[in-house]
């Protein structure tokens, strides 16, 4: 059986496009969220992490505020990032509802801390 040479080299061009095709590259000015914050104030509606992407080098965390129903692009780098992107991870790996990770807990003794605070510093006048 022998092979002709115009389909070897059809055969080899279409291998050599599958694999430029599918060679993930970096393309600048691709990301959802151009801008980010550190955080947000209020309820949060509704999130969103997408990971890195041929389209974008870093991890997209999009939340929704309740009080202004807009999306707000947050850092992943950042502490409220960080945390959202743990949880969602961690919903996502045991199969729970990511709308658990939208509650924030209060700090405790916080309030209790600066009114002792405020106590100590009258007693000293």
Request: a positive charge.
């Amino acid at each position: 059986m022998r092979l002709n040479p115009q389909s070897v080299c059809r055969i080899i061009l279409l291998a050599a496009c599958c694999v430029l095709n599918t060679d993930s590259t970096f393309v600048p000015g691709r990301c959802l969220c151009p801008e980010t914050q550190a955080g947000v104030r209020g309820k949060l509606q509704e999130l969103s992490v997408y990971p890195k992407n041929p389209n974008c080098d870093k991890v997209t965390v999009i939340v929704t505020l309740k009080s202004t129903n807009e999306p707000v692009c947050l850092s992943p780098a950042a502490p409220m990032g960080k945390q959202l992107i743990r949880c969602w991870n961690r919903a996502k790996s045991l199969g729970r509802n990511v709308k658990l990770c939208l509650r924030r807990r209060k700090r405790r003794g916080q309030r209790q801390r600066s009114r002792h605070l405020g106590r100590a510093a009258d007693k000293r006048q």
